[in-house]
C-alpha cells in the first residue's frame, strides 16, 4: 500500500480498511460455497486445458528460437566459405559441411552389444 505524501501511515492505514473487511467478507462467502460434482469437472477440464494450452505455447516459442538459432549459424558457415578466396578451400570446405549436414540429417540409429 502506498501512502500519499501528505498522509501519515495510520491514515493510510484507516482508509484501507474497509477494503480489506469487504476481502475477508468476499473469502468467507466463497469459503461456505460448495461446486456440485459437475461443476468441479468442469473447472478441472478448464484448468487443465488452460495449463497446455500455456505449456504449448511457451514451447512452441522455444522450438521457434532454437530453429531461428540454427538458420543464424548455417548462413554464417556458408558466409564463412564464400569468404575463402582460394576456390580448392573454398571447395573442401563446402563439401567438409554438405558431409556434416548429411550425417545430422540421417536418422539416429542405436548401437547394441553384443556378447
Known sequence: IMTGKDKTLEEAIEDTKPLMQLVF??????KRYKLSREAKTKAD??????TENHWRSIHAV????????REKKRREIKERIREIEDP??????EERENRREKKKSQPKM???KVN
Open 45 to 50: 477440464k478448464n484448468r487443465t486445458r488452460v
Open 25 to 30: 467478507y468476499c473469502l468467507d462467502k466463497v
Open 88 to 93: 580448392e578451400k573454398q571447395r573442401k570446405m
Open 62 to 69: 522455444k522450438a521457434e528460437k532454437a530453429a531461428e538459432e
Open 110 to 112: 542405436k548401437q547394441l
